[in-house]
């Protein structure tokens, strides 16, 4: 079962992966994006692939026999009676936990996103997807709106401006996580302070994240 | 993450049952599964188990590890070192709790029960005195620490300390900072 996912800030770099892999990757993109402090670079193709994958399984039940369709649908998503719903919905389950943890956090640092957003070159990948940048964007202009609609219009005029740098909520990329090492890398400077330390496979280490946060998007590490 | 979370990854850890229906093989997204032929062992992925086993369909060969002589070696290894050992299953009591709490047919169930909750207590009683090592260290002259291995961890454990033991972290790694500023500072000295 072949598919291709064709990446759209890389035109010439053409992936092919088993339905396996990609579904791996959602995976661990889910739980380093519910582990790390602030958004990483969208997954929107993973998504966009795997709900692909499971409209066409869905789309040939009329083929397959009653207890396969069950099992596909346990896979993917069923509501069961005898079990709980959340063990019943495993890929769709993670897709929603994905995307609903990324709205969290563009919700939380609406403007950092935004700012972030337009610092960036045309070069680099960015952080949000399309619809999240509208939704940030939208989100933004609400939260404003409201601030300035209850409160701000009342107050004297000379307390009536929002300072932007003031007012907006950075995350903290210094905070310590947890990963796990995924490809050996050497000489990784995990502290200024102190002299680089080479990772090997399979180990698991606490840092800050600002100074591993490159590896991770590199994937060659992964939270835990 | 929510345990139910780390409870939902373990899920998906291949383990082997007998089934009593036949059933060609299932190209599910995930991987393949089957054939099934009844009673004849098949890998499959732990929530399918749970399914199978719900409706009647199949029964769930316990895995090697969940055995009263490999466990009692474990918890003596454990009791040991001051260091984790290697865990018997990286999701050794995800999968332990789930199989115990569907299958009756594991050996001597209530003491392979209470061998794991005693390896689980040994090594959070490790976990906890490695963490309050980590918070107290000092690596001369008050630089706070920055970077440690920590090797055999299961994901349960480190979720177990996560919020607390980075929060102290960040709390600790602030203060000596703003300290560091002040010592340089020469307003304060």
């Known amino acids: 079962m072949d598919l291709s996912l064709d990446d759209t800030a890389n035109d010439d770099e053409y992936e092919q992966l088993t339905a396996a892999q990609v579904l791996e990757r959602l995976e661990e993109s889910w739980v380093n994006e519910r582990l790390s402090p602030y958004l990483l670079e969208t997954q929107q193709e993973v998504v966009d692939c795997l709900l692909e994958q499971c409209q066409t399984v869905e789309d040939n039940f009329s083929q397959a026999s009653s207890f396969a369709v069950g099992i596909h649908q346990l896979e993917i998503q069923a509501v069961s009676k005898n079990s709980e ?17 990324r709205l969290k956090k563009i919700e939380k640092h609406t403007e950092y996103a935004l700012e972030e957003e337009l610092v960036k070159d045309d070069q680099s990948v960015p952080h949000l997807s399309p619809a999240e940048f509208v939704y940030a964007r939208e989100f933004h202009r609400n939260t404003r709106d409201h601030l300035t609609e209850m409160a701000l219009k009342h107050m ?33 400077q995990v502290d200024p302070r102190e002299t680089p330390v080479d990772l090997s496979k399979d180990e698991i280490h606490i840092s800050k994240y600002l100074p591993i946060a490159p590896l991770l998007e590199q994937t060659k590490i992964k939270l835990v | 993450m929510d345990p139910a979370q780390i409870e939902f990854l373990a899920e998906k850890e291949s383990i082997s049952i007998l089934p009593n229906f036949t059933e060609d093989k299932l ?26 086993k719900q409706r009647q369909k199949c ?30 299953h990286p999701h050794f009591l995800e999968l332990s709790t789930i199989i115990l709490g569907m299958s009756s047919e594991v050996k001597d169930a209530d003491e392979v029960r209470t061998l794991i909750k005693d390896i689980w207590d040994v090594r959070a009683a490790k976990l906890r005195k490695s963490v309050n090592k980590m918070i107290n260290h000092d690596g001369g002259g008050g630089k706070p620490l920055a970077h440690v291995e920590i090797n055999n961890i299961t994901v349960l454990e480190l979720n177990t300390i996560r919020g607390f033991f980075t929060a102290s972290l960040d709390h600790l790694h602030n203060l000596r900072n703003h300290a560091e500023l002040c010592l340089n500072d020469p307003r304060y000295n």
Do not use: C
């Open chain 1, 156 to 188: 004297p005029s000379a307390f009536q401006n929002l300072d932007k740098q003031k007012s907006m909520s950075v995350p903290n990329l210094n905070t310590f996580i947890f990963f796990k090492v995924k490809e050996d890398v050497n000489d990784v």
């Open chain 2, 27 to 52: 190209y599910l997204i995930s991987g393949e599964v089957g054939p099934f032929q009844p009673q004849v062992p098949v890998e499959v992925p732990l929530w399918l188990a749970v399914n199978l």
């Open chain 2, 59 to 88: 029964r769930i060969i316990t895995p090697d590890w969940m055995d009263v002589d490999v466990l009692k070696e474990k918890k003596a290894e454990e009791l040991e070192g001051h260091l984790f050992s290697k865990p018997l």
């Open chain 1, 85 to 101: 719903p959340r063990a019943t919905q495993r890929i769709k389950y993670m897709v929603t936990d994905y995307v609903r943890t």
